[in-house]
């Protein structure tokens, strides 16, 4: 690998992770098409987001801990076990462009529910998930895309909007799922053999700016109006997701 796309990919790993330290979550949705963008393969960017969504996880999750919805994480770090295999498999069965076409349509789709998931909100006075049991398929829907994008949490993020959870209730579970999540699917990835020389080599280039963006975003998420930068990112997901579904040379 050259120093240049050495050092591509450490913007794209920031750029993500200052999402993440942010909003809470964002990592893999913004990192991983600006990796797809570059010559890398696929399982190398799967495997290096993995790395960098773990560090990140462990760096923030002590600040959200006593907000954690703790019987369902358990509910859900079961229910990602299962759905991890299932993801590992997607992603060494299937061609690298359909997999980055679906995560271009899932990107389009999951930035235009959170656009307009406020004025939904607004027509929901009860929680539309009212069941327990809903928390088992957005768990296995984790492992999946989680193993096979590193967008595991995603999901989560979903389940609990329509759980109308405060946001340091959705905050602190879902830095905790990233935490446990996020240790399964690094272990999926080295027993699926997506670990590579390049992966851990551009992890380390990575790691420096991973502690930097983890700061800078404590910072900014004090000072700057939160909800204005959300509705920038959900731009921005969408954006990225449009450009992989464009045709390629």
């Known amino acids: 690998m050259s120093m240049s796309l050495i050092m591509l990919a450490v913007a794209a790993v920031f ?3 200052l999402m993440r330290s942010i909003f809470g979550f964002g990592e893999a949705i913004v990192s991983m098409p600006l990796l797809t963008l570059l010559p890398i393969p696929l399982q190398t960017s799967v495997s290096l987001i993995g790395l960098a969504g773990l560090t990140v996880a462990i760096l923030t999750v002590v600040s959200g801990w006593r907000h954690i919805e703790r019987p369902v994480l358990l509910r859900l770090a079961i229910s990602t076990v299962i ?19 679906g995560l271009g349509i899932f990107l389009v789709g999951y930035g235009m529910y959170c656009l307009l998931k406020k004025r939904l909100s607004k027509a929901m006075e009860q929680p539309r998930l009212n ?13 999946v895309l989680g193993s096979a994008y590193n967008i595991n949490g995603v999901p989560v993020m979903i389940y609990g909007t329509l759980r109308r959870w405060s946001p340091e209730r959705l905050r602190g579970t879902l830095q905790a799922h990233f935490l446990i999540s996020g240790v399964l699917v690094v272990i999926g990835h080295a027993l699926g053999g997506l670990w590579t020389a390049d992966a851990f080599i551009l992890y380390a280039y990575s790691l420096p700016v991973i502690l930097l963006a983890t700061g800078l975003g404590v910072l900014l998420n004090k000072r700057i109006p939160a909800k204005k930068f959300e509705r ?10 449009i450009l992989l579904l464009l045709p390629r040379g």
Do not use: E, K
Not at 232 to 241: E, H, Q, T
């Open 15 to 17: 750029v993500g992770a």
């Open 83 to 101: 759905g991890i295999p299932v993801g590992l498999y997607v992603l060494n069965s299937i061609p690298s462009y359909i997999i980055t076409s």
């Open 131 to 143: 069941s327990r049991g809903w928390v088992w398929p957005f768990g296995f829907a984790s492992g």
């Open 232 to 241: 920038i990112l959900f731009i921005i997901i969408i954006a990225l997701g």
